[in-house]
C-alpha cells in the first residue's frame, strides 16, 4: 500500500509561481510511474503531466512551458514547478502513483488558488 502526501499548495496570484511536492511512502518509489492531476472547481479531474519511473515526461497543452515535473527517488519525493500561473489553473491538484502490478494510488490533494 502506497501512501502520498502531497504539500505546497496555496494562494498565488497570476504571473506567481508554486512548488507542489509529493511524497510517497513507498522505498521503492523509483519503479513507479508518477503524474498530477488537477480537479478545477466544478470540472472533472484532469492529466497534467507525467513522469515516467525512467524520467521521461509529458505535459497537458495548457501547462506546457509553464510547469516542470520531476522526481528525486532518493527521497521518494515528485515535484511539480508551477510558473506563469493564471486563475485558470486554480484547481485541488493531486498527485497519482502506478506500477505495472499495482493499482492507482492517490494523495488526498492539495488546493492551488490563483487570484488577484
Known amino acids: 500500500q502506497v501512501q502520498l502526501v502531497e504539500s505546497g499548495g496555496g494562494l498565488v496570484q497570476p504571473g506567481g509561481s508554486l512548488r507542489l511536492s509529493c511524497v510517497a511512502s513507498?522505498?521503492?518509489?523509483?519503479?513507479?510511474?508518477m503524474a498530477w492531476y488537477r480537479q478545477p472547481p466544478g470540472k472533472q479531474r484532469e492529466l497534467v503531466t507525467t513522469i515516467a519511473a525512467g524520467g521521461n515526461t509529458n505535459y497537458a497543452d495548457s501547462v506546457k512551458g509553464r510547469f516542470t515535473i520531476s522526481r528525486d527517488n532518493t527521497k521518494n519525493t515528485m515535484y511539480l514547478q508551477m510558473n506563469s500561473l493564471a486563475p485558470e489553473d486554480t484547481a485541488v491538484y493531486y498527485c497519482?502513483?502506478?506500477?505495472?502490478?499495482?493499482?492507482?494510488?492517490w494523495g488526498q490533494g492539495t488546493q492551488v488558488t490563483v487570484s488577484s
Open positions: 513507498e522505498s521503492i518509489f523509483g519503479r513507479y510511474n
Open positions: 497519482n502513483a502506478k506500477a505495472p502490478w499495482s493499482p492507482n494510488y
